[in-house]
């Protein structure tokens, strides 16, 4: 029958049974559809009238329908079983005498549907933003509406469907089932995309995800639920197309003309392709030998993929890495850098997918992958003093990876991913292998050369039982000087350092200089330096760094001599004139008394900053490594760099700001592919503005240099500011001042064609990270040149609420300032609680530190937006978080030094201030409430107390905690 109908057809109960039957009220979902009905004495009467779970006796002649009450379609369920006690016909039968009960069913069809369709949008757009394999789809229900949405009964009909369906009705219950399909509504797919992709229509069912090809069949009906269309682009094809879908009212219908028509216009962007590399194998930057003075900071996934030239076919080079494979040694582990921390990298994979083939593989076989982005950090971290040839790092300290377009939705991480998925998902490149190698001595990759207890690299140890061999370098251009002396007692000794330092320093012959290495080597070897304990070769590598102090100065001052006979006019030669200029000019700004005048006075300072940056640059030519001048309000270094493409410099004896600078300089030359006259020599110009340069501002919107610097081309010693980078690059700029409360940071590069200052070419994230001890602002540039942090003061009033915090940590005060200043220390302490919190800079002001135990006290100022309606209960909750931070340890403070402050875990004391007006006068008051964190939990639970002071002319809010 058809849910349009008001009673289905009468039939006889004997096509159950020719016995006589009880037919039972049993519960049914679909009891308020509508009802079954008998027939007794010429009078239709409810089954339901009946009490639920009883039966009534009949006849097997009598007659049954069912009646609708609400036109919904479906299976109806009649429960009844074959009687053959003495009851009565027309007698009520209760439960106990059911012995077999049976089911019959009858099938109610749907109504014809033309009233029921509706369109909702002519046209639609369906756009693929992420890989081809991975792309959601465009589900159908955005483009019609069903009034009554149907639940379909599948075809082939379930197994617990045909149980309760007489045998011999199977036959009429299918043909049911066939009538049933040509009057329910279809769409049609027009299309014309060729091979640029496939086309798919998937249905969810009640029996799964059913999927087909829209070439193949191009019809789809309508009333399933979560139907969507997917087109899965042919790989590296992104652009629109557009398709047609038309809609009919029913296979059965005599209208066979569409009632309605949409096109569906697909956008593909260029995501479904995969990366493309020249190389197989990979060799990573080595570590260098000297694990004591080189730190081993590992490299980022963006510097392997440059190393690899490794891009997708778009040219894009944000690409990351899902790491496989990982050796099994002594020599170390691999390491990913997360919250400041290095954690050991764990994958545990029984396949080796290098040498995998996936014709004879299931692709169900499921591979634990470690993901990691572009711009996350990698290490390998050595357990000891560990050397390797080439050969071994093949099973000792590879990689093995594969560059990873991160557009599958895979998150960062552990991730199991089924061979099937890697293989259908565009977003692997094939697996590679990297090899991690470590200098020796010489300097040379995967030698292997140590120090033998001559103090020769890759010497035997031979000939010298009683004596010390020793190299030295100079440092003096490229001259190199050598000697082995043989030292019998500690006089000899002295004496042969003294002469062999006056031979080398350019045959120094003046009785100054060779007094003051006397005394030098004298004061090494007699006043600090104690030779019972140590090692010869210690004692060696301590005079050879005398050595190279010394020749540096003997070969400067008689550079200085010379060149002070020939100075020219401007004097931009002598590091002594530069020295001169810059203190004159600094002198002539006012620290106490900044003005418009002076901020232009700022520009000029900052156009003669660099031209000394060139002079000093032109005099690291000859032997200077690094190279500064210091005036009261600006410090200048210069560093000369040489290198190539291939190689990679050391930056020895550097501050940290010139290492992070040199790590991006050595970047830039390795991924933009810049011409060998550029890269061949480089120095770099760093400038250093002191604290106290705006620290008394008057009001107006200024910018303060923190650090700064620019990369000069010593081929013909200009400025490299007019080369663009074809990708921006991500450069963190070191944060070493606390100028301002109310600052915010910026980042500005130097136009030399406006000459002025622009965040045209570079933009902060306003997000900070942490590298042994120094905080760095992150900006995006995209230009060459120089690159300055600046902080813009950021007028505010005064905040309505404040609080005082203070935060303990274990290590001594007095201590602890032998090691950095005080300025330095509350410097480390401010930004460390900016990171952890990732909050605005001008919420922590006043930070100070009192003596013994280091107790830092600060005012933490609420935000000027919260989402929350009451900012006082928001404020309250990042009170709250900052003290998580401190009880579960995250507050990690590293000095600039790289000396980690112990943390008090258990303390943790704060009061909320109001400010309140009255009579126009602003009044602070500040409540001794506090709150101690104890070390111990009463009962397992924490608890809150909130007291509120009110008072008539200020309010304090004060929350307290005990754990």
């Given amino acids: 029958m058809y849910s349009n109908m008001s009673f289905s057809p009468t039939w006889i109960l004997n096509v159950l049974s020719h016995k006589p039957i009880i037919l039972i009220n049993h519960f049914d979902i679909y009891d308020g559809n509508g009802s079954w009905q008998y027939n007794n004495a010429n009078k239709w009467q409810n089954l339901s009238s009946i009490p639920q779970d009883f039966g009534v006796k009949l006849d097997s002649n009598t007659l049954m329908r069912y009646t609708i009450s609400s036109p919904q379609y479906g299976l109806r369920l009649l429960y009844y079983t074959v009687d053959n006690s003495k009851c009565k016909v027309g007698d009520i039968v209760p439960s106990t005498n059911f012995k077999d009960i049976k089911v019959a069913a009858i099938f109610i069809h749907p109504s014809i549907f033309n009233s029921s369709f509706s369109l909702l949008s002519n046209s639609k757009v369906y756009q693929i933003k992420k890989d081809d394999y991975w792309n959601e789809g465009f589900q159908l229900n955005e483009l019609f509406k069903l009034y009554s949405p149907l639940k ?25 089932l066939e009538t049933f399909e040509l009057f329910r509504p279809f769409g049609r797919i027009i299309q014309n995309i060729q091979n640029l992709g496939k086309l798919e229509v998937e249905v969810q069912t009640k029996h799964g995800l059913l999927s087909f090809d829209s070439q193949q069949i191009n019809y789809f009906l309508l009333d399933y639920n979560n139907s969507k269309i997917v087109f899965r682009p042919r790989k590296n094809f992104y652009g629109t197309l557009n398709i047609s879908i038309e809609f009919y009212s029913c296979f059965f219908c005599e209208i066979k003309e569409p009632i309605k028509c949409v096109n569906l216009v697909i956008i593909v962007n260029p995501v479904n392709d995969s990366s493309i590399n020249s190389s197989n194998i990979l060799y990573l930057p080595p570590i260098g030998f000297n694990l004591t003075d080189e730190p081993n900071y590992g490299f980022t996934i963006a510097q392997l993929v440059a190393l690899s030239k490794a891009y997708d076919v778009e040219r894009e080079t944000k690409i990351g890495i899902a790491v496989f ?15 400041g921390r290095w954690e050991n990298i764990i994958v545990n994979n029984d396949l080796d997918i290098l040498n995998v083939n996936l014709s004879k593989i299931s692709l169900d076989t499921v591979l634990n992958l470690f993901y990691l982005d572009n711009h996350e950090q990698l290490r390998f971290n050595l357990n000891g003093d560990y050397l390797w040839s080439v050969d071994s790092a093949y099973y000792l300290s590879f990689l093995g990876f594969s560059f990873w377009d991160m557009q599958d939705n895979v998150s960062i991480g552990v991730q199991n991913i089924s061979l099937r998925e890697i293989q259908l998902s565009n977003s692997y490149l094939t697996p590679k292998l990297a090899i991690q190698l470590r200098r020796g001595c010489d300097n040379v990759e995967g030698s292997m050369k140590r120090y033998d207890k001559c103090g020769v690299c890759g010497g035997n140890g031979f000939g010298c039982s009683n004596a010390i061999n020793f190299e ?3 440092g003096i251009g490229s001259n190199k000087i050598k000697d082995r002396v043989a030292l019998t007692d500690i006089n000899e000794f002295k004496e042969s350092f003294r002469k062999l330092v006056l031979e080398s320093a350019t ?22 330096i104690c030779f019972s304990g140590s090692s010869k070769y210690q004692i060696v590598s301590k005079l050879c760094m005398l050595i190279r102090q010394e020749i540096s100065k003997v070969a400067f001052n008689k550079f200085r001599r010379r060149r002070s006979a020939t100075v020219n006019t401007n004097g931009t030669d002598s590091l002594e004139k530069i020295r001169y200029d810059l203190q004159s000019f600094a002198n002539a700004i006012s620290s106490n008394n900044i003005t418009n005048s002076a901020m232009k006075l700022k520009k000029n300072f900052t156009d003669m900053t660099i031209n000394l940056v060139v002079s000093m640059c032109k005099s690291t030519d000859y032997g200077q490594p690094a190279i500064s001048a210091k005036s009261k309000l600006v410090e200048l270094q210069a560093l000369k760099l040489n290198f190539n493409e291939t190689s990679n410099v050391d930056c020895i004896n550097c501050t940290e700001p010139i290492y992070a600078i040199w790590e991006y300089v050595n970047m830039v030359s390795r991924n933009r592919n810049c011409r060998s006259v550029v890269c061949s020599g480089l120095c770099i110009g760093y400038t250093q503005f002191a604290s106290d340069l705006y620290s008394n501002d008057t009001g107006q919107d200024l910018a303060a ?34 100028l301002c409360q109310d600052c915010i940071y910026d980042c500005v590069t130097f136009d030399i064609l406006l000459s002025n200052w622009s965040n045209v070419y570079c933009s902060s994230s306003q997000q900070i990270k942490v590298l042994n001890g120094i905080f760095y602002i992150l900006c995006n540039c995209n230009k060459l040149g120089i690159h300055s942090a600046v902080l813009k003061k950021k007028f505010r009033s005064e905040p309505s609420n404040f609080a005082n915090v203070q935060i303990k940590f274990l290590n001594d005060y007095a201590a602890t300032l032998t090691r950095v200043s005080k300025a330095s220390l509350e410097s480390s302490l401010k930004m460390s609680i900016i990171a952890v919190m990732q909050i605005e800079f001008w919420r922590i002001r006043n930070m100070s530190c009192s003596n013994g135990s280091i107790i830092s006290s600060f005012q933490f100022l609420p935000s000027d937006v919260y989402e929350n309606s009451d900012p006082v209960i928001t404020f309250n ?28 875990t258990t303390y943790f004391s704060f009061n909320v201030s109001v400010v309140t007006n009255d009579n126009s006068d602003e009044e602070h008051h500040h409540s001794e409430l506090g709150v101690i964190i104890a070390g111990g939990v009463v009962g397992g639970l924490g608890f809150f107390i909130v007291i509120v002071y009110l008072f008539k002319k200020f309010k304090v809010f004060s929350l307290l905690r005990n754990i």
């Fill in 325 to 339: 494979k990982l050796p099994e040694c002594k020599f170390g582990k691999w390491q990913h850098l997360k919250d």
């Fill in 877 to 904: 909750d990042d009170l709250q978080r900052l003290s998580n931070h401190v009880s579960n340890g995250d507050l990690l403070v590293m000095l600039i030094d790289g000396f980690q402050l112990t943390l008090d």
């Fill in 705 to 738: 240099n923190i650090v700064s610097f620019v990369l000069i081309n010593t081929s013909n010693y200009t400025s490299i500011s007019t080369d663009f980078l074809s990708t921006p690059v991500e450069i963190s700029l070191p944060l070493t001042s606390d």
């Fill in 472 to 474: 030295i370098n100079s």
């Fill in 152 to 176: 379909v009964i599948p075809n082939p009909i379930a197994d617990e469907y045909i149980k309760i369906i007489p045998y011999y009705h199977l036959n009429l219950f299918y043909q049911s």
């Fill in 507 to 528: 045959q120094a012959q003046d009785a100054k200089n060779e007094k003051v290495i006397t005394h030098s080597i004298s004061k090494i070897t007699s006043n600090g």
